[in-house]
């Protein structure tokens, strides 16, 4: 019994820890990265935060051949009194329509599927 408590405890702990909301996705596009756009609509970016819970995400460490053609930056907050994490995706969408994401930071290389991929690709650049 006493260990069931602990488990609770534990579990309990471990939820409440988790605070982070994403609150900002800042992108770029092109190869020169010219010009740096902000999304702050709460809709697009459940949208993309969705759409990345759907990433094959992998540890490996890569290398393109091409430059990325596009960049996120996603802000996510813990605490209203410290400063946002950031955290940043490069994205090369294929001809074959599906996307590849790599997190330079973690190591992890992903993968969308064509469905994916283009939802995120209109769900970013929806002016």
Known sequence: MKKWFVM??????????????LVRVDYQIG????????????????????????VKWENAKVQMVRKE??????????????PERLEEYKIWF??????????????KYGKLDQADAEKLRASITKK
Do not use: W
């Not at 294929?94 to 190591?107: L, M, P, T």
């Open 8 to 21: 609770l405890f534990v579990l309990i702990s471990l939820v409440g820890c988790n605070n982070e909301k």
């Open 94 to 107: 294929n001809k074959d329509r599906v996307a590849e994401i790599v997190d330079s930071n973690k190591h």
């Open 69 to 82: 053609d596009m960049m996120l930056t996603f802000f996510y907050q813990y605490n209203p009194n410290e």
């Open 31 to 54: 190869e020169d990265h010219s010009g740096e756009h902000m999304i702050t609509e709460e809709d697009r970016i459940q949208t993309i935060s969705s759409i990345f819970r759907q």
